[in-house]
Nanobody, 124 residues
């Protein structure tokens, strides 16, 4: 049974940091690309970052480039999203997703399995 479980969300002040985790089970993560997405109230889902399999090339949305870092630990079946210099506009539910393949995409339609999401709120 494929499962993705996000954790690490919460309330943080502007300028603060959070580290999201995505723990996976039921499949071999090595063969999958990983994406992080977010959806704010009243807005469409947005691709935030993704990491390919193997050497792990990465891609970031322009809005988070230089502030967020995606990584993966296949031995632990876990992916991470390190978020620094957080802004109120980063407030959203954050989801991780996986897709079988080599090269990742920020297009959510490319992903097969999704987690339930974790809330990130950036507010003073």
């Amino acid at each position: 049974q494929v499962q993705l479980v996000e954790s690490g969300g919460g309330l943080v002040q502007p300028g603060g940091s959070l580290r999201l985790s995505c723990r996976t089970s039921g499949f071999t993560l090595d063969y999958y690309v990983i994406g992080w997405f977010r959806q704010a109230p009243g807005k469409e889902r947005e691709g935030v970052s993704c990491i390919s399999r193997g050497i792990g090339s990465t891609s970031y949305a322009t809005s988070v480039k230089g502030r967020f870092t995606i990584s993966r630990d296949d031995a632990k079946n876990t992916a991470y999203l390190e978020m620094n210099s957080l802004k109120p506009e980063d407030t959203a539910v954050y989801y991780c997703a996986v897709a079988f393949g080599r090269v990742c995409s920020l297009n959510g339609g490319s992903y097969n399995y999704w987690g339930q999401g974790t809330q990130v709120t950036v507010s003073s």
